[in-house]
C-alpha cells in the first residue's frame, strides 16, 4: 500500500507541462509597445498604440533541461532501457525541470497625456497558462529499482514539486519622463485565477531496512501536499448546468479567486549614448478560497509485511489479513482531503539591462519640445545600432533561476529593425535569438524567434521560444 500510495503521488506530480520564462528579445525593443509589460519605465516614443485585439502579442515556450526526446528515441543503438536508466533516471537531478509557458495579449491600448506629455498611460489584459515540474529523482529511482537492493537508503520525498496555474490579468501602467535622464513607471495589476495546482515544501522519506519478525522493514514518513483551487468544478463539470467554456471565462473575468500586485521599472540615460534599465515584475499574491481541493499525505508507519505464526494461523484462515494490514497503515498516513483556503505569491521576475547606441546619427524626424514636458528630445531612433547586455532573474519553487544576454541591435530605414541575441541559462548554452519589428505606416509587426540552432533539430533542442503581434501605432512625429 506504501508503494501504491508513492505512485499515486508521482503520477500527480507528473503531469504535463507548459512557467514563464525569459523575454529577453522583447526586452527593451523599445519600438514594440509590448515592452511596457516587462518594463513600464521603457522609453514610450509613441502618442498612442492600440494593440490589435487577441493577435497583438502571442507568446509560447516550452523548454527541459538536462534531457531531449533525441537522448532517448535517436536511433543509435543503444538499448532503450539503458537509456532511461542512464539519462533520465540516473541523469536527471532533482533541479531539473519541464517547464514553460503561454501568454495571449487580449487587449493592449497606450496613448499619451495631452495636457502632460511626459506621462504615457497603458491598460489591457491578458492571460497566462504557466506550468512547472521538477524531476522527481528519489522516486523516480525507487521505482526503476525497487527498494530490495536499496536497503538503509532514504528515499526523499522533498524531490516531489510542481507548479501550474492559468489566469488573466488586468492591468493599468503609468510611464513617466521624469527628466532628461531619468524615465520611471509603475503598473497595477490584478490576477484572476482560472485554476492553480502547487505543491512544494514537501518533506519525509521511505526507507527500507532489515526486520526483525520478517525479512524486510518498510518506513515511510510523510508531510506532502498538493494545493488546488479551480480544478474540482472543471473535472465535475458534467453534473453542472454551465459549460466549461462560460465556466472558464467568468472565472477570467474577475469570477475566480482574486489577487493584487504591481510592476515597477526605470529607464536612466547615463550620457548620450549609454542608458541602463531595470524592472521588478510581479509582486503580488492570490488569494485561493473559491473551489479549493487539497490533498495531504502525512504521518508516519512501518511494517514488515504479513506475519504468519504456524500452526496458529491455520486456525483463523477466512480473517482478512490483507485488508487488516491496509487499515493500519492508513490510518497511521492518512490521504487525506480539505478545502482550506490559502494563499500563493507570484514568481517575481527581475531584469535589468546596459545599452550603448552607436553608428550613424541620423537627421531627427519628431517635433523638438524643451525641457522636461519634450517627448523623446533624444529619440533613440537617432542611432542605427545598439549592443548591451541583460540579466534576467525569476523566482521559481526551488530558488532564483537566471539567464544572461548579450545583443545587438540595429535599424535599416523607418520601417525595418532587427535584435539578435545570445542567451545562457540552465536549457542550453547557445541560445541565438533574432527579433523583427516591421513598420508599414501605422501598421507594427514583430516577430520574435528563440534558440534558432534548435530548430534544426527539434527533438534534440532543449529549447524553444515564439513570440508576435500586431499593433497599430501613431508616433510621435506624426
Not at 498538493?226 to 474540482?232: C, H, I, K, R, V
Not at 472558464?248 to 475566480?256: D, K, M, N
Request: hydrophobic letters at 35%; glycine letters at 10%.
Amino acid at each position: 500500500m506504501i508503494k501504491i500510495r508513492l505512485v499515486l503521488f508521482t503520477m500527480l506530480f507528473s503531469v504535463a507541462y507548459l512557467g514563464a520564462q525569459n523575454k529577453q528579445l522583447l526586452y527593451d525593443f523599445y519600438e514594440i509597445p509590448q515592452s511596457l509589460l516587462i518594463n513600464p519605465g521603457v522609453k514610450t516614443p509613441y502618442k498612442w498604440h492600440a494593440g490589435i485585439p487577441a493577435i497583438s502579442g502571442i507568446a509560447v515556450q516550452g523548454g527541459t533541461s538536462g534531457i531531449t526526446v533525441n537522448d532517448l528515441f535517436a536511433n543509435d543503438g543503444i538499448d532503450f532501457t539503458d537509456k532511461v536508466r542512464d539519462k533520465v533516471v540516473n541523469g536527471l537531478s532533482q533541479r531539473d525541470e519541464f517547464g514553460g509557458s503561454l501568454q495571449l495579449d487580449i487587449l493592449n491600448i497606450g496613448f499619451r497625456n495631452v495636457n502632460r506629455p511626459e506621462d504615457y498611460y497603458s491598460f489591457g489584459v491578458y492571460g497566462e497558462l504557466s506550468v512547472t515540474q521538477y524531476w522527481p529523482k528519489d522516486l523516480a529511482i525507487l521505482a526503476f529499482e525497487g527498494n530490495a537492493n536499496n536497503l538503509n537508503r532514504r528515499f526523499s520525498l522533498s524531490h516531489l514539486t510542481t507548479f501550474g496555474e492559468g489566469l488573466s490579468v488586468f492591468h493599468f501602467g503609468i510611464n513617466r519622463k521624469v527628466s532628461d535622464k531619468l524615465r520611471l513607471g509603475a503598473r497595477g495589476k490584478i490576477y484572476s485565477s482560472i485554476f492553480e495546482a502547487k505543491s512544494k515544501s514537501n518533506s519525509g522519506y521511505f526507507v527500507t531496512t532489515q526486520g526483525q519478525n520478517n525479512l524486510l522493514r518498510n518506513t515511510l514518513v510523510a508531510d506532502v501536499q498538493l494545493q488546488t483551487s479551480g480544478l474540482n468544478e472543471i473535472v465535475e463539470n458534467e453534473d453542472s448546468n454551465e459549460s466549461i467554456g462560460s465556466l472558464l471565462v467568468r472565472r477570467a473575468l474577475f469570477g475566480g479567486n482574486l489577487g493584487l500586485g504591481f510592476d515597477v521599472g526605470f529607464t536612466y540615460q547615463l550620457n548620450e549614448k549609454t542608458s541602463i534599465t531595470g524592472s521588478l515584475l510581479d509582486v503580488g499574491f492570490i488569494n485561493h478560497t473559491k473551489d479549493v481541493k487539497n490533498f495531504t499525505l502525512e504521518g508516519t508507519a512501518s511494517n514488515e509485511g504479513i506475519e504468519i505464526i504456524l500452526p496458529e494461523s491455520f486456525e483463523d484462515l477466512n480473517s482478512d489479513i490483507w485488508e487488516n494490514l491496509i487499515d493500519d497503515i492508513e490510518a497511521q498516513v492518512p490521504f487525506e482531503t480539505n478545502s482550506d483556503s490559502y494563499i500563493t505569491l507570484r514568481p517575481i521576475k527581475l531584469n535589468a539591462s546596459i545599452r550603448y547606441n552607436f553608428g550613424e546619427q541620423r537627421q531627427k524626424t519628431e517635433d523638438c519640445y524643451c525641457g522636461i514636458n519634450g517627448v523623446e528630445n533624444n529619440s533613440p531612433f537617432d542611432y542605427k545600432n545598439a549592443v548591451g547586455g541583460h540579466l534576467f532573474v525569476i523566482n521559481k519553487p526551488k530558488g532564483p533561476q537566471a539567464a544572461l544576454t548579450a545583443f545587438y541591435q540595429t535599424r535599416i530605414g523607418n520601417a525595418l529593425a532587427l535584435k539578435a541575441t545570445y542567451t545562457t541559462d540552465k536549457f542550453t548554452f547557445t541560445n541565438i535569438g533574432l527579433g523583427l519589428n516591421f513598420q508599414a505606416g501605422p501598421v507594427n509587426f514583430y516577430i520574435l524567434g528563440d534558440n534558432l540552432l534548435g530548430y534544426r533539430n527539434i527533438p534534440d533542442s532543449n529549447y524553444a521560444s515564439l513570440q508576435f503581434g500586431f499593433n497599430i501605432i501613431s508616433w510621435n512625429s506624426n
